[in-house]
């Protein structure tokens, strides 16, 4: 099994073409049958629509990279018709409720365990107090959106919360005892001897060296290169998006609807989702 974070994040590689073909960016759940249907990959042209890598060609996720036979393994957006309606319910699981049938609220999901076919075996659930726990898929009848429902009010406990420390109160301290000194009689002194001062010869004094100067430290070059650089990349970026149809309703990190489903793309649009940091969600579902 695999954690999700453990599949992230990670270089997608041909092993066929020997290049890399983007890096994986998020999972695509299949809520109705528990599996993890495709994996989105983020490549130099994400701006131009989603990509997409179904899990079935997946042949192996190692340590460094995810491996496939070749690139046309991976998916646009106009040859993912089988997928749409999963992109449309984007559903993430990790960050949902985990609540029982009863009404219990267990916590919320962590982390999600995913098997070689791609089914997810089980998730991991973060309780209220700090604890950990696993549920198996076998005992969750629904992934939603918001929600994960679980059959079972027994769960199993993975590390017990942590208990507060008892406050040790400090012992005060003894006074220590006054220190009695010793009488100590003063004995005659003696007189001094008379002070014989050697002859000092003066030693010839050394020519100082000459003072070296440090160089100039280099000024700094400018960066006006890499900010011109960037801003005729978003320039092409928002120039492609403009006119396009937006494929599902954009929302952002407080679920207010930025932009309707069907929507056409417009410097008004731009601005709205760019100022609500979802220019790149935004630019994955536009045709």
Partial sequence: MKKSVEILGLPVISITEGRELGMSKTLLVDAK??????????????????????YSSVIAIGHDAVTVTNSENILTLEDAGDYEAMLDANIKIIG??????????????????????????????????GSLSETSSEQISIFGKQVTVIDSDTIEKKTEPVAP?????????????????????????????????????????????????????????????????????????????????????????????????GAVVTEAVLQKVQMANQFITLSMNVQ
């Fill in 33 to 54: 049958n528990g599996t993890i249907a495709a994996i989105t990959i983020e490549d130099e042209d994400w701006y131009r629509g989603v990509k997409l890598l179904p």
């Fill in 96 to 129: 949902t409720k985990a609540i029982t049938k009863s009404g219990t609220i267990q916590g919320k999901v962590v982390e999600i365990y995913i098997g070689e076919t791609g089914k997810i075996e089980k998730v991991e659930i973060e309780s209220a107090d």
């Fill in 165 to 261: 420390k008892a406050e040790v109160k400090e012992a005060p301290k003894a006074e220590p005892a006054p220190e009695v000194k010793p009488e100590v009689k003063e004995e005659p002194k003696a007189e001094p001897a008379p002070e014989v001062k050697p002859e000092v010869k003066e030693e010839p004094k050394a020519e100082p060296a000459p003072e070296v100067k440090p160089e100039p430290a280099p000024a700094p070059k400018a960066d006006n290169d890499i900010q011109q650089a960037d801003k005729v990349t978003m320039d092409r970026q928002r120039r492609y998006l403009l006119g396009k149809k937006v494929t599902r309703q954009i929302t952002n990190a407080e679920g207010v609807v930025l932009v309707e489903k």
